[in-house]
């Protein structure tokens, strides 16, 4: 059950009216009935996964409690480590067994050693990579004493399992989420009709233009070898656009839906291709996920505490996991790494966080270099995106090479029977509303909000693509 | 909570006037213009005369080469179209028949088409304009699981086929840019491409007794059109082609000409002839055919 699918489009009304005219009493009513909605949401994918999700949040609530009852810190680290590894070995076997088999059987056989791996073809369950991160945030908060123990199983079920985050985040802090799950929810007009704006914003960010984008993206990456430099550049920018509608879109579309049920989830996205670095850039694109790396892998190990060297270190060790944690390819890993390369300079000149204000635009030489630091970051963006795209290493390879050789600048006629340029104008528009629209959540509301919502709505129906159907990006990983 | 219903249903009218609005500006461009497509000539043709109707799917577009018969004197159209099904193809004489259209000999492909009864989405599309104007289309996508929705929820069709009768189309409908499909009167000519995959597997091909084809041999009675049916050729490298004779077996009046071409140089893909081949094929038909 897609968030851009009619049998979504039946199943939050249901939840909606069941949450707040039946089972409206308290907020232990309120919580069993978007749990079990929680549960029949993911079990549209595939039912025998649930069992896997039941025992993930079974295991972190009582281990969580287990550690804050134990008296020592070695039973502490004992019942954290045993967690942590129960976990990540889920997500070991089910993500990364096939890909780390193969990757030592072609190692040895670059050696001249003939092997055969084992490989268990499993299929991934959805949303495994989100929910695990989801429960560990929860556990190490309680081993470092941030927070207490939950003890209320349901509330902690809700934590886990909420619909609208449940699949491709964003990920929660227990921190955030548990307060409000913890109290009964009343009905705000206001929250809810922000949050229906939000969600129409989500699909025309995701119907409209990653939709759009992605069958140029798919015409030009499928075809790269026969494609000129134009064609390769505009394939580059399309399939950014492409990521960035679809995963903003789903982000959206799941805090406006949370919102509907009066919680609000993290913000995940800020308007991420007007940043004038990467680092800013990493602060603005998937925030709940970087905000995770940085709280739970970089800080731990050292953060900038201990010198530049450290610092390096631990920022190429976040960005390379970061780079794994999106799928068990070494294109990801490289993308990982391309990211850590271009941080590097301003972690060296002590730069990363320089552009932590908001744009400030106006008629001088200032603004321009703005808008050339814009550019220069979504064009070094674009271009580790290729890797994040590409099938495989040969690939992405081929695709820049191409790009960077062919010197030929003419209009193609595509394998989706378009030309390559046809695309930019609406690109160029969707640009344009972020930008006039980049100090809110959203552009629909505030001042003439309905002629907003029906140029939407009419961009939806008339701009939309429906029979070229395309899954959300980030439910793979 | 009053005022939030009333805000979502407010939504819902402007969903459902949006609808309406999309579906009415859509329907009035896109069922005038009668030069981007093959539906839409026939839709909005006049009654018209010709000696030979080419008929089927893109094996009949790419392999009919209209000019050589005009040059017999044969005034001649192929009106095949690519990805097309006999239940589109069946739809499209009907129309023809219906417009007043006096024609001699159509000229039929039926070789794979004949594997399957549905429709094909692509060209099936390009009937959605003239959904609600014309009874004969109304009747014959009728049984169509999704016909309900197509028919009366308004501007679901356009949504549903929007590659073929999307935005796009309207738009270029709008601005009369004009495509390449009714060129060299219908004929699509094929280059010569040495990179294509010369094989092809067509095992599990299966031929029907076709509704289809039956109700196209009907038409062509009632109406006193002479039916030639054919087979076009098809690369060396193929496996499964006792399909064909599968096809003779089951209708002795198919006539077998699958094997009339071969070599790779006269192919532009496995099962689509390039220029050189088609011309070739075209002339054997028009000798064995046309000249008797």
Same mark, same amino acid.
């Given at each position: 059950?897609?968030?851009?699918? #009619?049998?979504?489009?039946?199943?939050?009304?249901?939840?909606?009216?069941?949450?707040?005219?039946?089972?409206?009493?308290?907020?232990?009513?309120?919580?069993?009935?978007?749990?079990?909605?929680?549960?029949?949401?993911?079990?549209?994918?595939?039912?025998?996964?649930?069992?896997?999700?039941?025992?993930?949040?079974?295991?972190?609530?009582?281990?969580?409690?287990?550690?804050?009852?134990?008296?020592?810190?070695?039973?502490?680290?004992?019942?954290?480590?045993?967690?942590?590894?129960?976990?990540?070995?889920?997500?070991?076997?089910?993500?990364?067994?096939?890909? !780390?088999?193969?990757?030592?059987?072609?190692?040895?056989?670059?050696?001249?050693?003939?092997?055969?791996?084992?490989?268990?073809?499993?299929?991934?369950?959805?949303?495994?990579?989100?929910?695990?991160?989801?429960?560990?945030?929860?556990? =190490?908060?309680?081993?470092?004493?941030?927070?207490?123990? $939950?003890?209320?199983?349901?509330?902690?079920?809700? !934590?886990?399992?909420?619909?609208?985050?449940?699949?491709?985040?964003?990920?929660?802090?227990?921190?955030?989420?548990?307060?409000?799950?913890?109290?009964?929810?009343?009905?705000?007009?206001?929250?809810?009709? $922000?949050?229906?704006?939000?969600?129409?914003?989500?699909?025309?960010?995701?119907?409209?233009?990653?939709?759009?984008?992605?069958?140029?993206?798919?015409?030009?990456?499928?075809?790269? $070898?026969?494609?000129?430099?134009?064609?390769?550049?505009?394939?580059?920018?399309?399939?950014?656009?492409?990521?960035?509608?679809?995963?903003?879109?789903?982000?959206?579309?799941?805090?406006?839906?949370?919102?509907?049920?009066?919680?609000?989830? #993290?913000?995940?996205?800020?308007?991420?291709?007007?940043?004038?670095?990467?680092?800013?850039?990493?602060?603005?694109?998937?925030?709940?996920?970087?905000?995770?790396?940085?709280?739970?892998?970089?800080?731990?190990?050292?953060?900038?505490?201990?010198?530049?060297?450290?610092?390096?270190?631990?920022? !190429?060790?976040?960005?390379?996991?970061?780079?794994?944690?999106?799928?068990?390819?070494?294109?990801? =890993?490289?993308?990982?790494?391309?990211?850590?390369?271009?941080?590097?300079? #301003?972690?060296?000149?002590?730069?990363?966080?320089?552009?932590?204000?908001?744009?400030?635009?106006?008629?001088?030489?200032?603004?321009?270099?703005?808008?050339?630091?814009?550019?220069?970051?979504?064009?070094?963006?674009?271009?580790?995106?290729?890797?994040?795209?590409?099938?495989?290493?040969?690939?992405?390879?081929?695709?820049?090479?191409?790009? =960077?050789?062919?010197?030929?600048?003419?209009?193609?006629?595509?394998?989706?029977?378009?030309?390559?340029?046809?695309?930019?104008?609406?690109?160029?528009?969707?640009?344009?509303? $972020?930008?006039?629209?980049?100090?809110?959540?959203?552009?629909?509301?505030?001042?003439?909000?309905?002629?907003?919502?029906?140029?939407?709505?009419?961009?939806?129906?008339?701009?939309?693509?429906?029979?070229?159907?395309?899954?959300? =990006?980030?439910?793979?990983? | 909570?009053?005022?939030?219903?009333?805000?979502?249903?407010?939504?819902?009218?402007?969903?459902?006037?949006?609808?309406?609005?999309?579906?009415?500006?859509?329907?009035?461009?896109?069922?005038?213009?009668?030069?981007?497509?093959?539906?839409?000539?026939?839709?909005?043709?006049?009654?018209?005369?010709?000696?030979?109707?080419?008929?089927?799917?893109?094996?009949?577009?790419?392999?009919?080469?209209?000019?050589?018969?005009?040059?017999?004197?044969?005034?001649?159209?192929? &009106? +095949?179209?690519? +990805?097309?099904?006999?239940?589109?193809?069946?739809?499209?004489?009907?129309?023809?028949?219906?417009?007043?259209?006096?024609?001699?000999?159509?000229?039929?492909?039926?070789?794979?088409?004949?594997?399957?009864?549905?429709?094909?989405?692509?060209?099936? +599309?390009?009937?959605?304009?003239?959904?609600?104007?014309?009874?004969?289309?109304?009747?014959?996508?009728?049984?169509?699981?999704?016909?309900?929705?197509?028919?009366?929820?308004?501007?679901?069709?356009?949504?549903?086929?929007?590659?073929?009768?999307?935005?796009?189309?309207?738009?270029?409908?709008?601005?009369?840019?004009?495509?390449?499909?009714?060129?060299?009167?219908?004929?699509?000519?094929?280059?010569?491409?040495?990179?294509?995959?010369?094989?092809?597997?067509?095992?599990?091909?299966?031929?029907?007794?076709?509704?289809?084809?039956?109700?196209?041999?009907?038409?062509?009675?009632?109406?006193?059109?002479?039916?030639?049916?054919?087979?076009?050729?098809?690369?060396?490298?193929?496996?499964?082609?006792?399909?064909?004779?599968?096809?003779?077996?089951?209708?002795?009046?198919?006539?077998?000409?699958?094997?009339?071409?071969?070599?790779?140089? &006269?192919?532009?893909?496995?099962?689509?002839?390039?220029?050189? +081949?088609?011309?070739?094929?075209?002339?054997?038909?028009?000798?064995?055919?046309?000249?008797?």
């Amino acid at each position: 059950m897609f968030f851009n699918s #009619l049998s979504f489009a039946i199943f939050l009304p249901i939840v909606f009216l069941l949450y707040w005219f039946v089972f409206h009493k308290n907020k232990t009513t309120q919580n069993t009935v978007l749990i079990v909605a929680s549960y029949y949401f993911y079990s549209c994918w595939d039912w025998r996964f649930l069992f896997l999700l039941v025992f993930s949040t079974l295991l972190d609530f009582f281990s969580a409690i287990m550690m804050e009852n134990s008296t020592s810190d070695k039973k502490r680290k004992f019942w954290l480590w045993i967690t942590i590894g129960i976990n990540l070995g889920f997500l070991g076997v089910f993500k990364y067994y096939d890909f !780390f088999a193969q990757s030592f059987a072609d190692l040895l056989h670059s050696f001249g050693f003939q092997t055969n791996p084992v490989l268990l073809k499993l299929i991934l369950p959805v949303g495994i990579s989100f929910y695990t991160f989801h429960g560990l945030s929860y556990v =190490i908060d309680i081993y470092y004493k941030r927070i207490t123990a $939950e003890r209320n199983f349901i509330d902690y079920s809700l !934590f886990v399992s909420y619909f609208p985050l449940l699949v491709a985040g964003p990920i929660e802090r227990a921190t955030h989420l548990l307060p409000q799950v913890k109290i009964k929810r009343h009905f705000n007009l206001q929250k809810a009709k $922000e949050g229906v704006y939000q969600i129409i914003w989500g699909l025309v960010k995701k119907v409209v233009i990653a939709d759009s984008c992605a069958t140029y993206a798919n015409a030009v990456f499928d075809n790269y $070898e026969t494609m000129n430099s134009l064609s390769l550049i505009l394939g580059a920018v399309y399939f950014a656009f492409q990521i960035y509608g679809d995963f903003s879109g789903y982000s959206d579309i799941a805090l406006g839906t949370s919102k509907l049920f009066g919680i609000d989830l #993290l913000k995940n996205f800020n308007y991420p291709y007007f940043s004038r670095d990467i680092a800013e850039f990493w602060r603005r694109w998937h925030i709940s996920l970087s905000s995770w790396f940085r709280d739970y892998l970089y800080i731990p190990l050292g953060g900038s505490k201990g010198g530049m060297w450290m610092k390096v270190r631990n920022t !190429f060790i976040i960005f390379l996991v970061s780079g794994f944690w999106h799928g068990a390819n070494w294109t990801y =890993i490289v993308w990982g790494l391309i990211n850590a390369i271009y941080f590097l300079p #301003l972690l060296l000149q002590n730069k990363n966080r320089s552009n932590m204000g908001e744009i400030e635009m106006g008629w001088n030489v200032s603004s321009l270099k703005t808008i050339f630091n814009i550019l220069l970051t979504f064009g070094l963006t674009s271009l580790a995106w290729i890797f994040f795209r590409a099938k495989n290493m040969t690939e992405a390879i081929g695709y820049i090479q191409k790009m =960077i050789t062919d010197f030929h600048f003419n209009s193609q006629y595509l394998s989706n029977e378009r030309y390559n340029f046809e695309l930019l104008f609406l690109v160029l528009v969707f640009v344009g509303v $972020e930008w006039f629209n980049r100090s809110k959540i959203e552009p629909l509301s505030g001042k003439a909000s309905w002629a907003k919502v029906a140029i939407a709505i009419m961009a939806l129906m008339a701009l939309g693509v429906y029979s070229d159907y395309k899954e959300f =990006i980030y439910f793979q990983f | 909570m009053k005022q939030f219903l009333l805000f979502i249903g407010k939504i819902l009218l402007l969903l459902l006037l949006s609808a309406f609005a999309l579906d009415f500006i859509y329907t009035t461009v896109l069922a005038q213009s009668e030069t981007r497509n093959k539906v839409e000539n026939v839709m909005n043709s006049k009654p018209q005369n010709y000696d030979v109707i080419i008929l089927g799917t893109s094996r009949a577009n790419n392999h009919f080469v209209s000019e050589l018969f005009e040059k017999e004197g044969l005034r001649t159209f192929n &009106y +095949g179209m690519s +990805g097309a099904h006999l239940f589109e193809t069946s739809l499209l004489l009907k129309l023809m028949v219906e417009r007043g259209w006096h024609i001699k000999s159509i000229l039929l492909e039926t070789d794979l088409n004949l594997s399957n009864e549905k429709r094909d989405d692509g060209t099936f +599309g390009r009937f959605m304009p003239f959904m609600h104007s014309s009874k004969t289309i109304t009747e014959h996508f009728k049984n169509e699981s999704d016909f309900t929705a197509l028919y009366y929820v308004p501007f679901y069709r356009y949504i549903q086929f929007d590659a073929k009768v999307g935005f796009r189309a309207w738009y270029k409908t709008l601005i009369n840019e004009p495509t390449n499909i009714l060129h060299h009167n219908g004929y699509y000519p094929l280059g010569y491409n040495p990179k294509a995959n010369m094989k092809n597997n067509i095992e599990n091909l299966v031929p029907l007794r076709n509704r289809y084809f039956e109700e196209i041999k009907q038409i062509c009675k009632a109406n006193n059109i002479n039916l030639i049916t054919v087979t076009t050729p098809m690369c060396t490298n193929v496996k499964g082609m006792d399909y064909f004779k599968k096809v003779k077996a089951m209708y002795p009046e198919i006539k077998e000409y699958e094997h009339i071409v071969e070599g790779d140089e &006269y192919f532009s893909s496995c099962g689509h002839l390039n220029d050189k +081949g088609a011309r070739l094929y075209t002339k054997k038909i028009i000798d064995d055919l046309f000249k008797k």
